[in-house]
């Protein structure tokens, strides 16, 4: 079946300093989503990226999708302690309705 | 509206109690989810209904009994449970369309089995 893998699993920062996650599916994917979690929380919806080499940003946030759309990656520049949380990928593979793969997660924690 | 409700946020129960899990949206999304989290993992699905009919069961045990009432209500009927169980248990929905599939989660059941 379908896997999404994530790296790193944790991501210790300073603040001010970059991070940057990672996914990548077994699969080609129609579409991915991107999801953060406060400690305690519940996923949040972030982005959906969906086109081959896309590129979105969100503020301190740049999103990518690959050109094959099997990986992508979240870029934060210049984390400050409210990005502090879990932050997961998650595919949609083609003909899987709207069934979702989540990644492992990247939990991200930064030192003020 | 894009809230999600769950109730109720805390859960203890007994290994051959009932209960049941709630959730409810007004968003007019007419796909439903339930997943269950474990500490410092992804979460995992479990059903998925769509248009209030059960479109996805992974193969989850028969003590874990999904109702879609509505269109706006989703419940978890528990029974006999197993320790193992013990997890934030989260109600998700979205629209239903092609590539559309932004899911909006509900703040979960905390559930402990004892």
């Known amino acids: 079946g379908q896997q999404v893998m994530q790296i790193p699993q944790y991501q210790h920062v300073q603040e001010g300093e970059d991070f940057t996650t990672y996914c990548n599916s077994s699969t080609t994917l129609s579409n991915i989503q991107w999801y953060k979690q406060r400690p305690g929380g519940h996923p949040v919806f972030l982005i959906q990226?969906?086109?081959?080499?896309e590129v979105k940003k969100q503020k301190r946030l740049t999103f990518q999708f690959g050109e094959a759309k099997k990986n992508s990656s979240l870029h934060i520049t210049a984390t400050q302690t409210t990005d502090v949380g879990t932050y997961f990928c998650?595919?949609?593979?083609?003909?899987?309705?709207?069934?979702?793969?989540f990644g492992g997660g990247t939990r991200l924690m930064v030192k003020p | 509206d894009t809230e999600v409700t769950q109730t109720p946020k805390h859960l203890v129960m007994g290994m051959t109690n009932k209960k049941s899990l709630k959730c409810e949206q007004h968003?007019?999304?007419?796909?439903m989810y339930w997943y269950k989290q474990k500490a410092k993992k992804p979460p995992e699905l479990m059903f998925v209904?769509?248009?209030?009919?059960?479109?996805i069961n992974e193969s989850v045990p028969s003590r874990f009994s999904p109702e879609c009432p509505n269109s706006s209500l989703l419940n978890l009927h528990l029974h006999a449970l197993q320790p193992e169980d013990s997890a934030l248990y989260l109600c998700a929905s979205s629209r239903m369309g092609r590539g559309d599939y932004e899911q909006y989660f509900g703040p979960g059941t905390r559930l402990t089995v004892t």
């Open positions: 998650a595919g949609l593979a083609p003909g899987a309705g709207n069934m979702l793969t």
């Open positions: 990226l969906v086109k081959s080499g």
């Open positions: 209904y769509s248009y209030e009919k059960l479109s």
């Open positions: 968003m007019g999304h007419r796909a």
